[in-house]
């Protein structure tokens, strides 16, 4: 059979990741595209919902862009030295996209399925979102035999209760997580909590139940390396889970979201506490509320794919650490 | 009591349509917000909501940015010469929202709720959008009685059937509206119709059930008088909606919405056709699918705000009217 | 009376701050919309003139914008606990227009004739501009019996003398001020100054009047602490103003504003000094110079809405410690 | 003296019309600069003056992104033949700004100082605004001394009288050089006109004095064609100046402009128009209220220098003609 | 072997090119991604290079955009009743990048002999650039043993001569493939010239050899079906490329490109014509010029992929009929 | 000879520098423009190439748009006190722009010539890019007689081998430099690098030749004094060059580039770097790689223009300092 690239000439295209950049089909990374579980460690999945947002919608559009701009990532992390394809099998596996993207709880359910098929083929999930209420199908796939940990990066807690007549939406998947022993709380930690508020106890899930939080004022004090301590003391040898909600982020670094609050972190801080969380035991991650059309600049979408990567780089460490 | 303006100095300014159009607060067309149905003939009504898109969201911003740029608007019509402030009691309502946006069916369910309400005072809605799935309540208020007909601009027919799990979306409002008694297929046209599809007989609905359909091609032969008496011809006198969706447009006038189609009429040849359109047995109207984060130089919502005017131009003098 | 609201189901939406945020009529913060003084502590104002500025206009349509961004405000600061709806009785109440723009010094003094009813109502005022030659008009109104302390966040002293042939420009007005008697130029604090000058004394004024100046090397050095405690040191007890120029922010924090200089400070550093400067005796304070036209992200309009909500909550609470 | 550019190599980049267009400094399309008078026969100028907008501000940075953009034109029209620069002795002369800008009258005066000049050394004037105000001040210099005709394209007839407390703005300029006998109304052709008004009367005084007006519904019938037979009708051989205000092209083909009004013409007819009014007897002419920051993909000002170019032409050929 | 859609739940989702438009990988309108020519018919190529630009640089990154709104199309010609993808066997192949983009001349010829491998295997290439300089070496290909005609969409007629240094760029592929023997000027037909020139005998090539050029002038006289006679009469049954600029659309209909000349004609009346043409003999096409970064409402890259399409529908009905 | 201002009437205008910013002709800074090297101590030099770049191009039109922004700069730094245009004969000599812009190494030996010219007129360069590339022909005119030193910011250390098939490009001319001799790598000190890497040795040679390599790690423990400090004792008191790569700073400072790379420094970092290092023996500068297609709210160039204008100061305090 002639294949279009049978004889290409030269030997240091053979992987597209050091294609020029503008060049070939945005996967995530520019990783294979594939949907043989079976032969990976890791897949990178995009879940383009974004039917939990309560304000402005548009990150189902994030996962397009991220793969858009994530052909910016290249192999190996400069910073840490992680190479992650040359640790794990790594493929895109394309989108978690519901089938009925109309009805909340039934897109859930979907994209729970999806992800449990990732899951039992021993697959560890590393997604890019969609809406931070994605996080919860993913964890009833991928916790259900136990709760995991999580080092949680967000200007909301997230564990708001009942909004807009629904159970469900992107402010509350992490009390529901609790509620359904999918998340443990005494192992979660919340960074970058700030912004105003309608209900003044719209956090105390988070308190109540045990989680670490660490608003922005008390981050500013702390700095990165209180963080990143606080974050490791937390989450300990366990299971663990990284969720990144671009919005942790200032919106000036993450113009592109939903619901953006003033007086986050840089990404630089970001770069720093991620790069400083190595060694956990991950279990999978995700980069959510990416929303395209708010993002003149591409500057979320850029960000979003290097949090990814670093994300990646976190979970191969972790992988290929338990396999050798 | 102490009111900030009670001592204006200029009379001019009495009205605030004529204050210059970048102060104030933006309500739709500067007319006054009022909640007070008893005192209106016409009420000026946002529906923000776009839980019934299939591609593309952000319509839930539609009457923020009508509002906004509606400031532009003045009193009277220089080609019509119609005055609807002057021939009518005529406000800003404020926002048809469901307060349970998460599900599809029931937020139809309020929206149709608040325009019966509307409806149930004698007052006749004008109203801007939200994706096009927020018509069919209109009809479940104001067409309960009898069917109504329809002049009806769009890229497409809207008349298609179940997608993604669900009878109810912005691609098929009008089917369901036959299928309620709420349109009158044989008094309904649609102009503008353009576009590739999926399934060949999509739009099928449309033909079966008696509707005038007027494909670009058809416009391009026919013109905008054409187009005129075709709509004068099959709805004659009996009760009439106009119902506009701005991708009827062709995309550069209209770059802010959710499925754009090539190849549409101009905004010129827009406004030609509704000012042809008068005389009519109006009983209401609305824009729709205005998606301000796909705008980035307004000329949408600019365009949604001259849209509704000449609609508001049309039912006022229908009012008037059948008033007088 | 009917009323569209009349008969509204759910009990949690009665007050509109808590409406999703696409909704309604963009009030600043979606308080309510009043004219009456009488009931009124603090009045929310709308300033849409920008007839004083040297550069970029756009400044007029500063108000509309930070309203429209404003719906994502909530009604509690979660990091000071001010709640400010509840201390205090808070309005919109439009917009102080000049009805001769073309003016500059009539404008000045209509917007002064329009805080003087403010003021003679025993209103504070808590201001959107405006390019910031509205300060001193708003002076003219407040402090007319006495002069007032001011801390002042801005990349320029904005002491400068006769430019383009006018005493009065946004780069002049407390220098102004001061020689009006209206600012105590020994109670005042400038914070953020930066950026190349044509003239090597242009703020000389500055200096030479008393006015403690913190010149963005300063900042570098003391950082927030430092700058919360100079600015506590120099106003005291009296009466304080507070004027937040956005351009003392970062460009990258605030591009759509019509004098930027590289080098600012950032959101987070500017919220934690207002943060950081409770329990003054405000009279007053106001947010300037938001050029919406220069803002494609609106993060500009975002942080000037933010800035808004905490000058509100500083003014708020003086008041309300006043009362009590 | 040893020059930069002296022993340059390529003689086909002698005249910097042909360099790319990325390189060098922007002048008006790439003419050179010059401020000799003398040795001139056409001025290119640009009028950055915004001060008599009634709404959106920033066509004082009209002459700048003109020039930016202008760099896309080249020596030759295709379509009608003329080159300009090798006809008349061209040159950019630099800005007309005032220099107390913040004073609406004296800047006008300021203004027809500086053309006073030009037209005192027997040069024309193409000019680029600035707002539309700016055409009376040019009118005092080079109708001083006899009324001129003029050929007017614009969606206003800008014959209001007096609105914000000023008898000079941007929607009456042509009242005012009426009644100041700069301008003669009977050879006066509006094109384009539309729009909703606050009067009804607002456009009295282009009737009452015997100006030709096309509204755009007569365009839409008697067509390019038609309105160019008109306008050769109506000027006549007399000295004629044509004015060109951007707002009269759809605001799909001109976003960046204060007042916008949709339903224009595309500008394509614009240039058929401009290219069927050879042969007049031009004094000068400018294209005004091309506003950049409204303008976010280039095409306002794109089309700005296009046209600028065609009434180049068209002065230049009459110029040429006149000496011939 | 565990495939993640190997259980997929809805027979209706069988075909990608039915999914939602925001999901999954962004190929050429959702095709197959493939390298296996032997299973081919039509292949769809980008052609991601601009190296051969004069002006602004950018349309490396068409092909992403145009794979990227591609999603949008669907899977039949409402119009014309084309079903491409039924009729032929088609896949996006990837991108004929050049792996030495930094000279010139070597990337053509790199161009060239991908496309060579597509012809060599009987397959038809569609493709989208990258600047027009890449349509010389897609003849290369497919004309090198008898010379094609062309229907050429275009501002500029692309036979200039050398300029900057260099035989080789975006405006001389058609002189250079005429002097190659790939083209037959006599068969060629150039239509949408316009615009200004620097040398008035820059196109005189084209006159030269024979070919039919329509300038935008006689294009408005002799309209679309004027052109479509035209076109049909010049090409012949012989074998016929099509090669769509994106510049021949009017700049707003097509802000996205490098080299944008007003006056152009509309995508109502570019798809009118291409649906005019069907029934050639026609051995492939491409749209070209798509530069993204200048196309901050994607309307540019929605028109091109729309194009793509209908260009598809051409290829591949021809080819069904040779092949029936 | 009558020139349009001899009888400008105000004095305080005599400085073109001083003029309202959207006034006049975009020089940079509004310096003279003047080819006249005799006369001249610094040139102010655009070098609108962008054809070595590997992924985004567009810094071709760099120039242009820092000569628009500059007109923000003013005469004199309020940090530094430094006031260049007094200290030195400054002005913009034009566009080092290469007539062969399709060949890369004829193009970068045109750049070269057009720079020795500069330097053989005793002249400093301070330039504006175009691409990194660019630099390396810069050293061939002024570092040809002996090697210079270099202070760099950056995000890559650009000393990368062949890549595309080209010894140069931007990612390289470091490694060149130094290999001809023209850069001492033992007084080369980079700053700001990070970001991910295809080939982990990438900048080995960095290393390898002696360069004092900054990453970002390293500069978030050292800070801006630590930086300073190492900058200092690096290049000590021998000849040295300043190249600032924009991609140094974060992305939100500087979006518009080819190679972002997020977590880089701040703006306000970089001015105090730069203020920090007075007094060394400066032999010239640059600031590349803003590519304004990539920069929609403009933050990119006017950073750009802020950076030149401190690399202006410190090259010209260190020429005034050997006149002395």
């Given at each position: 059979m002639t294949k279009i690239r049978d004889d290409w000439d030269y030997t240091e295209y053979k992987d597209q990741q050091t294609w020029p950049r503008y060049t070939g089909i945005p996967t995530f990374m520019r990783a294979p595209y594939s949907e043989?579980?079976?032969?990976?460690?890791?897949a990178l999945v995009?879940?383009?919902?974004?039917?939990?947002?309560?304000?402005?919608?548009?990150?189902?559009h994030g996962p397009r862009e991220i793969r858009n701009q994530s052909?910016?990532?290249?192999?190996?992390?400069?910073?840490?030295?992680?190479?992650p394809f040359s640790l794990c099998r790594i493929a895109d596996i394309g989108d978690a996209w519901?089938?009925?993207?109309?009805?909340l709880e039934e897109s859930l359910a979907e994209i729970a399925n999806f992800f449990a098929k990732v899951h039992a083929a021993g697959v560890l999930p590393v997604s890019a979102g969609?809406?931070?209420?994605v996080t919860l199908p993913i964890f009833r796939a991928i916790a259900k035999d136990r709760p995991v940990g999580m080092i949680h990066f967000d200007a909301?807690?997230?564990?708001?209760?009942?909004y807009l007549g629904s159970k469900f939406h992107h402010g509350a998947p992490f009390r529901r997580a609790v509620e359904e022993g999918l998340l443990d709380p005494k192992r979660t930690i919340q960074i970058g909590i700030r912004g105003g508020v309608?209900?003044?106890?719209?956090?105390?899930f988070s308190h109540d139940s045990g989680m670490r939080v660490i608003y922005m004022e008390e981050f500013l004090e702390i700095g990165v390396k209180g963080a990143i301590a606080e974050a490791r003391r937390v989450v300990g040898d366990g299971p663990t889970y990284l969720s990144f909600?671009?919005?942790?982020?200032d919106p000036v670094f993450?113009?592109?979201?939903g619901t953006p609050e003033i007086g986050g972190f840089s990404t630089a801080e970001a770069l720093a506490m991620l790069r400083g969380l190595r060694g956990l035991n991950y279990v999978g991650g995700d980069v959510v509320e990416?929303?395209?059309?708010?993002d003149p600049g591409y500057v979320t979408a850029l960000a979003g794919s290097q949090i990814m990567f670093e994300i990646l780089c976190l979970v191969a460490e972790a992988h290929a650490g338990r396999r050798d």
């Amino acid at each position: 059979m002639t294949k279009i690239r049978d004889d290409w000439d030269y030997t240091e295209y053979k992987d597209q990741q050091t294609w020029p950049r503008y060049t070939g089909i945005p996967t995530f990374m520019r990783a294979p595209y594939s949907e043989a579980l079976d032969e990976l460690d890791i897949a990178l999945v995009g879940v383009p919902f974004d039917g939990g947002v309560t304000n402005r919608p548009g990150a189902r559009h994030g996962p397009r862009e991220i793969r858009n701009q994530s052909s910016l990532m290249r192999r190996t992390s400069q910073e840490t030295g992680i190479s992650p394809f040359s640790l794990c099998r790594i493929a895109d596996i394309g989108d978690a996209w519901p089938q009925r993207p109309f009805h909340l709880e039934e897109s859930l359910a979907e994209i729970a399925n999806f992800f449990a098929k990732v899951h039992a083929a021993g697959v560890l999930p590393v997604s890019a979102g969609g809406d931070h209420s994605v996080t919860l199908p993913i964890f009833r796939a991928i916790a259900k035999d136990r709760p995991v940990g999580m080092i949680h990066f967000d200007a909301h807690c997230d564990t708001g209760d009942d909004y807009l007549g629904s159970k469900f939406h992107h402010g509350a998947p992490f009390r529901r997580a609790v509620e359904e022993g999918l998340l443990d709380p005494k192992r979660t930690i919340q960074i970058g909590i700030r912004g105003g508020v309608n209900d003044a106890k719209i956090w105390q899930f988070s308190h109540d139940s045990g989680m670490r939080v660490i608003y922005m004022e008390e981050f500013l004090e702390i700095g990165v390396k209180g963080a990143i301590a606080e974050a490791r003391r937390v989450v300990g040898d366990g299971p663990t889970y990284l969720s990144f909600d671009v919005d942790g982020l200032d919106p000036v670094f993450a113009p592109g979201t939903g619901t953006p609050e003033i007086g986050g972190f840089s990404t630089a801080e970001a770069l720093a506490m991620l790069r400083g969380l190595r060694g956990l035991n991950y279990v999978g991650g995700d980069v959510v509320e990416v929303a395209p059309c708010f993002d003149p600049g591409y500057v979320t979408a850029l960000a979003g794919s290097q949090i990814m990567f670093e994300i990646l780089c976190l979970v191969a460490e972790a992988h290929a650490g338990r396999r050798d």
